[in-house]
């Protein structure tokens, strides 16, 4: 089973001193490697800061695009990594490894695949080879 566990950051990495930011780093390449080594490991990648993200919503057959993140939240979206494997238990244990500061959380999500679709679903979906695709990144930090 592939999960994307999500980090959501109470405080940007950005505002936090030098040293702890190394830290930091030097830490989450000590868990990412961990993975790694265990060969359940798919991709990384940390995220900039949402002053720069856009938006792009749909309504009434209208694409509407606006500055900023989906919501204002004091939590932001500051990363992610994907893995493969057996069981909800297991990526929950790999997310309590996580070398994440006091403020920060982990969502834990399943990666929905194409055999979780009906099988009517499944057969549109095979005549669209892009969309059987893996994952593609592989940037821990």
């Known amino acids: 089973m592939k999960y994307l566990c999500l980090i959501c950051a109470g405080t940007l990495l950005e505002a936090t001193s030098p040293e702890e930011a190394e830290q930091h780093f030097r ?31 749909v309504r009434d057959g209208k694409v509407l695009v606006t500055d900023g993140p989906v919501e204002e939240t004091k939590e932001t979206l500051g990363g992610y990594w994907m893995i493969n494997v057996k069981s909800r238990e297991e990526v929950i244990a790999w997310a309590k490894r ?42 821990p930090l």
């Open 98 to 139: 996580c070398p994440a500061p006091d403020n920060e959380v982990i969502e834990v999500r399943q990666v929905q695949e194409l055999a979780d679709f009906p099988r009517d679903v499944q057969a549109a979906a095979a005549a669209l080879p892009d969309i059987q695709r893996e994952p593609v990144g592989n940037n």
């Open 27 to 57: 830490d989450y390449a000590v868990f990412v490697e961990d993975i790694k080594d265990s060969s359940y490991f798919i991709g990384a990648n940390r995220l900039k800061p949402p002053a720069g993200a856009a938006t792009v919503r």
